[in-house]
């Protein structure tokens, strides 16, 4: 099992950036595909990006690419996720999230087993 820790959200206006980092309680954090969801009231929880344990494939749902950037660093047990350009849309609450099992990387939010509680991201206009 592993024990995810979400920070970095905070209130920031239009066009500005924020880095969300998520802390992994195992030194296993390089057998897990890695996954950013995000939240808003009212609304299914949506697929944002996703990270092989590797770090060599990454997907993004469409309204963030170019703008977004999903990374990891292993040996620090820690996933990012820089997100520049913020639009109001964006705002949610954000969590990372890992998958043990899958082999491929997946934007499926039922193959990860693991999930952080979430950290807040206000965007203002």
């Known amino acids: 099992q592993v024990q995810l820790v979400e920070s970095g959200g905070g209130l920031v206006q239009a066009g500005g950036s924020l880095r969300l980092s998520c802390a992994a309680s195992?030194?296993?954090?390089?057998?897990?595909?890695m996954g950013w969801f995000r939240q808003t009231p009212g609304k299914e929880r949506e697929f944002v990006a996703a990270?092989?344990?590797?770090?060599?494939?990454?997907y993004y749902t469409d309204s963030v690419k170019g703008r977004f950037t999903i990374s990891r660093d292993n040996a620090e047990n820690t996933l990012y996720l820089q997100m520049n350009s913020l639009k109001p849309v964006d705002t949610a609450v954000y969590y990372c999230?890992?998958?043990?099992?899958?082999?491929?990387?997946?934007?499926?939010?039922?193959?990860?087993?693991?999930w952080g509680q979430g950290t807040q991201v206000t965007v203002s206009s």
């Open positions: 990270i092989s344990r590797t770090g060599d494939i990454v």
């Open positions: 195992r030194r296993t954090f390089s057998s897990y595909n």
């Open positions: 999230a890992a998958d043990w099992v899958s082999e491929r990387l997946s934007v499926d939010e039922g193959f990860y087993d693991y």
